[in-house]
C-alpha cells in the first residue's frame, strides 16, 4: 500500500510560480509511474503531467512549457514546478501512483484516472487575478 502526501499548494497571484512536492511511503517509489492530477471545482479530474519510472514525462497542453514535473527516488518524492501560474490554473492538486503497462500509449492520449492505484488527498492552488 503506497501512501502519498501532497504539500507546497497556497494561494498566489497570477503569473507567480509555485512548487508541489508529492512524498510515498513505499519504498519501492522508483518503481512507480508518478503523475499529477487536478480537479476544479464544478469539473471533473483531468490530468496535469505524468513521470515514468525510468524518466519520460509527458504533460496536458495546458501546462506543457509551464510546468516541469520531476522525481527524487532517493527521497521518495516527485514534484511538480509551476511558473507563469494562470488564474485557471486554480484547483486541487492530486498525486497518483500507479504501474501501467500502457505507457508507449500516453504519446498519443492522456493518462487516465483509472490507471493509477494510489492518490493523495490533494493539495489547493489558487491563483488570483
Known amino acids: 500500500q503506497v501512501q502519498l502526501v501532497e504539500s507546497g499548494g497556497g494561494l498566489v497571484q497570477a503569473g507567480v510560480s509555485l512548487r508541489l512536492s508529492c512524498a510515498a511511503s513505499?519504498?519501492?517509489?522508483?518503481?512507480?509511474?508518478m503523475a499529477w492530477f487536478r480537479q476544479a471545482p464544478g469539473k471533473a479530474r483531468e490530468f496535469v503531467a505524468v513521470?515514468?519510472?525510468?524518466?519520460?514525462?509527458y504533460y496536458a497542453d495546458s501546462v506543457k512549457d509551464r510546468f516541469t514535473i520531476s522525481r527524487d527516488n532517493a527521497k521518495n518524492t516527485m514534484y511538480l514546478q509551476m511558473n507563469s501560474l494562470k488564474p485557471e490554473d486554480t484547483a486541487v492538486y492530486f498525486c497518483?501512483?500507479?504501474?501501467?503497462?500502457?505507457?508507449?500509449?500516453?504519446?498519443?492520449?492522456?493518462?487516465?484516472?483509472?490507471?493509477?492505484?494510489?492518490w493523495g488527498q490533494g493539495t489547493q492552488v489558487t491563483v488570483s487575478s
Open positions: 513521470i515514468t519510472w525510468s524518466g519520460g514525462t
Open positions: 497518483a501512483a500507479g504501474s501501467s503497462s500502457s505507457v508507449g500509449s500516453w504519446h498519443f492520449r492522456a493518462p487516465g484516472i483509472n490507471e493509477f492505484s494510489y
Open positions: 513505499e519504498r519501492t517509489f522508483s518503481s512507480y509511474h
